[in-house]
């Protein structure tokens, strides 16, 4: 794959290697926002059934992305919604806990705390290992603590600070022993990592869509498998009630759901804006493949994980990390303020999480990027 930087417009200076943080959106994507904005110019053209086809199409296109049928897919503003809906439909027996592992991302951790409070039970946290490969160890550590009493796991296929790759075959494999619902945030893989949820046997998988998506703010994917059909939305939208396309007749009050995951739906599901851009960003994606993105910032990596290997840096095992999100524990003697400085100054663009340093490329990304990463890191004491 070739890099595809005409495709954005980020300024020509920049070294931007933070899509971790939030994603630039291709030229065909704004467009696509700005032709949404101009369809309230005139209301005429959008009868009732636009409202449901556009979604539709959406939902048939993610699921080309994971797997899965348009039907188990749902429509949602965050990630914390998503999850929200996830785990308060997991249903708790006497004694059972949820399971995560430690700084899990703020959306679903709340999530799993509010669980464990209606229910009174227990989150048992998986700390992360104090080392700099941590993928092998830890990843032990989630597969041994599974047993009958774990109601749930929530996971990241890719941990948003420090980049380590869970397995989750092997820890799908231990929950289906169990009955244990694995729910992953896809926020920080899908769409630069390949997933099936079908073949991993995935309960939830929940998108935010302006980070690997390549989308807008403000709206994301969730997949629901059979078990979540029957559960209880967080919401009462109307637009999720059986024959909700029929204006007419909207007070007959249908008491029955949509099929599927459409009762997850959030209200004002058709964002007349945001749809199309979504919509433009996945067929992007999926037009270049997930795998030769992925393959297209590996090779970028190259030379950056040769430099921090002549510096002394472990360097997690491939099979724990991607080359999406790659994460490196700043030595002590590095102030990350000062480095965030020095970096700015250079024009590039990268995050902190915790005390690792984040370096999140995607195909706009050049050699040249890496290159001035490598040149002022070079210039500190590492
Ligand atoms: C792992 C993960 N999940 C979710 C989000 C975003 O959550 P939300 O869509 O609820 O704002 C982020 C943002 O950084 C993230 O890293």
Redesign the pocket.
Known sequence: MKNQKHLFQLPENVHFLNC??MSPIMKSVEEAGIEGIQRKRNPIPLVPAKFFDEIEQLKQTFGLLIQAEAKQIAII???????ENAISNVPCQRGQHGLLVSD?????YFAAKNWSKKHQTEIITIEVPNQAKKGAFWNEKILQAINEQTAFVLL?HI??MYGTQFQLDEISKRCQEFGTYLII?G??SVGALEIDVKALQIDAL?C?G??WLLGPYSM?LAYYNERFNQGIPIENSWMNRLNSVDFAHLTNYEENYSAGAGRYNVGQTSNFIHTPMLLKSIEQILEWKVDEIQNYVKKLNEPLLDFLANQGFEVEDEKYRANHLLSFQLPQQISSENLLNEFKKHQLYLSVRGTSLRISPHVYNTEDDIQQLIHVLSQQEI
């Open positions: 971790a943080y503003p965050s990630a914390s919604y998503g999850l899990t991302f703020p959306s679903g990241s941990h948003w945030d926020t920080q929940i935010s302006y980070k994301g």
